[in-house]
């Protein structure tokens, strides 16, 4: 077995993403799905109600009123919004432990990831698009392969690290020349065992430029929407690791988003707002 | 133990509290800017995001620490009202980093450190040390007592 095939091997002893997580993102992916049909979901989950009742209450999603159950949040917030918060509550656990082959301490990758999907949503508004709790799942969850991966970039940190600094590799592609296989790539074939939906394992899967990435039906397709706002992110330096800087722009992203440099800082001075409204999402706990 | 003092993105703190350091995480293409006054034991770090408040006047009204043109002086002026002077006052700076893209959409960090140094030459301010662009990330601590800058880059740390 190559080294590639013993990482992929090593993703068994995972745990296993929670079934009413995986009925939640069936329920994204339904466009007659209501918020009532959430809330049969939700409410058998003593820890993720809890979870979600404070994400509820943080200004980030516009309540002004404090919401005490998870019927009231249903009825106020509306399905998109509950889902955004139902996925948060749900992914903060797959980043249970520090990622100490990326230098990152616990809670710095969730960080990065809340940081990346407040993003998203900013840029969305920007192209005048209306929220999307897909992406804002894609955006929260695009770094799962490096739970798994840590370990083996740590073992091989200073050969990474090299490549990085010395033939200007980026970070992903030195993962990929030394140890057979990238954290979005693996990322990719975890998402894909856990069941989520198609749209969202390829939004992990390609979450860098790769020369292989298809191209999707421009209208629903994540790819360049999770790009753009993971290296506004990375820029940003919010909970990143070693790796943080060393990612590599794909010519044509801003392009297809007809975005200049303008227009990158804008979304820029949008997101120290946001984040302050959405403290709530650092603070939710592991269950 | 000293007092941690957290400067977040588009932030920044004064104090004269010489048990307290001053810390900011994740500068990225931001820039860290540490002043201190060795003399009066007043320190100052901002954290700031961008090169020129032009982008957005407004935002720039209601968080002046966002850009380097409204938060550096802020962060001057602020000293001052602790006693600092200018003339003793040592200054650092780290951050400004870039990701790897050949195009130049997304060089801010290299936009800060020219705001940096344009208005540090106009304003007649000499920087100590320096820790600028690459395509790393940085965490700056200053502490109070001492006036020493801990700069973490790429996992190592060092006095700057």
Same mark, same amino acid.
């Given at each position: 077995m190559n080294l590639a095939e013993q990482i992929i091997s090593s993703i068994e002893k995972l745990p296993p993403?929670?079934?009413? *997580?995986?009925?939640? =993102?069936?329920?994204?992916? @339904? %466009?007659?799905?209501?918020?009532e049909d959430i809330f049969a979901v939700v409410q058998y989950d003593q820890a993720l109600t809890a979870n979600c009742l404070k994400l509820c209450n943080c200004s980030y999603f516009g309540?002004?009123?404090?919401?005490?159950?998870?019927?009231?949040?249903?009825?106020?917030?509306?399905?998109?919004?509950?889902?955004?918060?139902v996925l948060a509550g749900a992914g903060v656990n797959i980043y249970t432990k520090a990622q100490e082959g990326?230098?990152?301490?616990?809670?710095?990758?969730?960080?990065?990831?809340?940081?990346?999907?407040?993003?998203?949503?900013? *840029?969305?508004?920007? =192209?005048?698009?209306?929220? @999307? %709790?897909?992406?804002?799942t894609s955006s929260l969850l695009h770094d799962v392969g490096k739970v798994a991966l840590s370990d083996y970039v740590g073992k091989e940190f200073d050969i990474i690290s090299l490549l990085v600094q010395e033939q200007k590799m980026s970070f992903v592609e030195a993962e990929k020349e030394v140890l057979g296989i990238d954290h979005a790539e693996l990322g990719g074939i975890i998402s894909e065992k856990w069941q989520f939906p198609p749209l969202l394992v390829k939004a992990i899967r390609y979450h860098h430029p790769k020369d292989d990435t298809e191209d999707g039906r421009e209208d629903e397709d994540l790819v360049p929407w999770v790009r753009l706002s993971n290296l506004i992110a990375n820029m940003l330096g919010v909970g990143t690791g070693h790796d943080g800087m060393a990612c590599r722009v794909d010519s044509d992203l801003l392009n297809q988003f007809s975005l200049g440099r303008k227009e990158v800082q804008e979304i820029m001075a949008e997101f120290p707002g946001e984040m302050k409204k959405a403290e709530e999402l650092l603070k939710i706990t592991v269950h | 133990m000293s007092q941690l003092i957290t400067i977040g993105v588009a932030d920044m703190k004064v104090s004269n509290d010489p048990a307290a350091t001053l810390v900011t995480y994740s500068l990225g293409s931001c820039i860290g800017v540490a002043i201190y006054d060795p003399k009066v034991r007043v320190g100052g770090l901002l954290h700031y995001m961008l090169p020129d408040a032009n982008l957005d006047l407004e935002k720039a009204k209601k968080n002046p620490f966002m850009f380097a043109d409204t938060g550096i002086p802020f962060l001057f002026r602020e000293a001052y009202k602790f006693g600092a002077d200018k003339r003793r006052m040592v200054v650092k700076v780290a951050g400004g980093a870039q990701i790897l893209d050949d195009h130049g959409f997304f060089n801010i960090g290299k936009r800060n450190q020219l705001?940096?140094?344009?208005?540090?030459?106009?304003?007649?301010?000499?920087?100590?040390?320096?820790?600028?662009?690459?395509?790393?990330?940085r965490t700056v601590r200053l502490n109070l007592s001492t006036g020493e800058v801990l700069l973490k880059e790429a996992g190592k740390e060092r006095l700057l």
């Open positions: 993403f929670p079934e009413v *997580v995986k009925r939640l =993102m069936e329920l994204v992916d @339904d %466009p007659t799905a209501d918020a309540l002004r009123q404090k919401v005490h159950s998870l019927r009231q949040a249903v009825v106020l917030l509306g399905t998109k919004n509950l889902l955004k918060i990326y230098g990152l301490q616990r809670g710095e990758l969730w960080q990065h990831s809340v940081t990346c999907a407040i993003l998203s949503q900013i *840029v969305l508004k920007k =192209m005048g698009r209306s929220e @999307d %709790p897909l992406l804002f | 705001i940096l140094k344009k208005i540090f030459w106009r304003n007649n301010v000499l920087v100590k040390a320096e820790a600028l662009g690459g395509s790393v990330n």
